[in-house]
């Protein structure tokens, strides 16, 4: 079965451009989450969806939303982008929500900004 | 405010030692805690996971040691092998929460033939 898969897998941007990012779960999987990781850093949850519906939220401003499709594959959008979103955005899927659910993650979509 | 500390920050083993890798954590209300393996260019997999009911979980090469009074929980490598050398993260969640994973800051790990 495939695994988490996600587009594009490099993107440059400049500041002030807008951002979407896309991710398709493993089948079956009814929860997405997106994760923000800075080079050198642990990821940094931004989003949760479950049945389409916006379950948690990071500590991110509103220029970050997200949102999920029938077919629960999910869209992240960045609006107004800054240098400091340059990093590497994670999508992880899990069967449902819960805390305890194992997460797992695509491979990411490396966001330069210029 | 760091609510996962993880340390150390890297770390070199001789092929066959026993690489430890230890973290903390600050708020009371986690209680699901997993290890995720990262290499280069891919994204982090779960290698094992614990609850605070228990103190140790093992799986396969991988071993979890959980201090639930310390907060306190770490991760050792068996038998570790130079295939093993990844950047390897903690994490802290509330099981009946949706705030997602909290992760530590990572541990890169090399491991010397």
């Known amino acids: 079965d495939a695994g988490v898969t996600q587009s594009p897998t490099h993107l440059i941007k400049t500041r002030g451009q807008h951002v979407t990012l896309r991710c398709s779960p493993i089948?079956?999987?009814?929860?997405v989450s997106w994760y923000q990781q800075v080079l050198g850093q642990g990821p940094q949850f931004i989003f949760q969806y479950y049945e389409k519906e916006e379950r948690g939220r990071g500590n991110f401003p509103d220029r970050f939303s997200a949102r999920q499709f029938p077919n629960y594959s999910s869209e992240l959008n960045v609006n107004a982008l800054l240098l400091g979103d340059s990093a590497l955005y994670l999508c992880?899927?899990?069967?449902?929500?819960?805390?305890?659910?194992?997460?797992?993650f695509g491979d990411g979509t490396r966001l330069s900004i210029l | 405010q760091q609510q996962v500390k993880q340390s150390p920050q890297s770390l070199i083993v001789q092929k066959g030692g026993i690489p430890i890798i230890n973290c903390a954590y600050e708020?009371?209300?986690?209680?699901?805690f997993p290890w995720y393996q990262q290499f280069p260019g891919k994204g982090p997999a779960l290698l094992i996971a614990?609850?605070?009911?228990?103190s140790e979980k093992k799986e396969g090469r991988f071993t979890i040691s959980f201090n639930k009074s310390a907060k306190q929980f770490s991760l050792h490598i068996m038998d570790s092998q130079p295939g093993d050398s990844a950047t390897y993260f903690c994490?802290?969640?509330?099981?009946?929460?949706?705030?997602?994973?909290?992760f530590g800051k990572g541990t890169h790990l090399i491991i010397q033939p």
């Open positions: 992880a899927s899990s069967l449902w929500t819960g805390g305890d659910q194992p997460q797992h």
């Open positions: 994490a802290a969640s509330m099981i009946g929460g949706a705030d997602g994973l909290t």
């Open positions: 708020n009371t209300a986690f209680d699901y």
């Open positions: 089948s079956g999987h009814k929860s």
């Open positions: 614990i609850r605070p009911d228990v």
